[in-house]
């Protein structure tokens, strides 16, 4: 079974380029999908694409570089049909809740003696 490749794409990426990409880089048009919003053209997309080894993996992942990728997925044993919107996304949602997400506000004091060699009573 292959797995799926997911990627979450910024508002100004088009994903007409990302389309032509992944074909001209030799995916064919059943081994990805493209999920757009019945919005504007412009808007936040997501897209699968189904990959078998370590090479597809990684042509597929600089090509969603080059076309302003926010974040990936690598969903495994996954097939291109069991891939449809609500179960990718749902996947994606359960990772981000599980992802540990910097904190800047969070402060860390530190001991500033140490542990030395005195026993106090």
């Known amino acids: ?7 979450v794409f910024a508002q100004h990426s088009d994903y007409k380029k990302l389309e032509a990409d ?11 999908i493209i999920y757009l919003s019945s919005g504007s053209d412009h808007a936040q997309y997501l897209a699968s694409v189904a990959v078998k080894d370590n090479n597809q993996t990684d042509s597929a992942r600089n090509i969603f570089s ?4 926010m974040k ?4 495994e ?7 449809n919107y609500d179960h990718v996304k749902r996947f994606i949602d359960a ?10 506000d969070v402060r860390i004091k530190a001991s500033s003696s140490g542990m030395d060699s005195e026993v106090k009573f």
């Open 1 to 7: 079974m292959s797995n799926i490749l997911a990627g």
């Open 95 to 104: 990772r981000n809740r599980a992802e540990i997400h910097n904190s800047p």
């Open 72 to 75: 990936t997925y690598l969903l």
């Open 22 to 32: 992944l074909e001209n880089s030799g995916f064919g048009d059943s081994d990805y």
């Open 77 to 83: 044993n996954m097939s291109i049909e069991q891939a």
């Open 66 to 69: 080059e076309n302003s990728v």
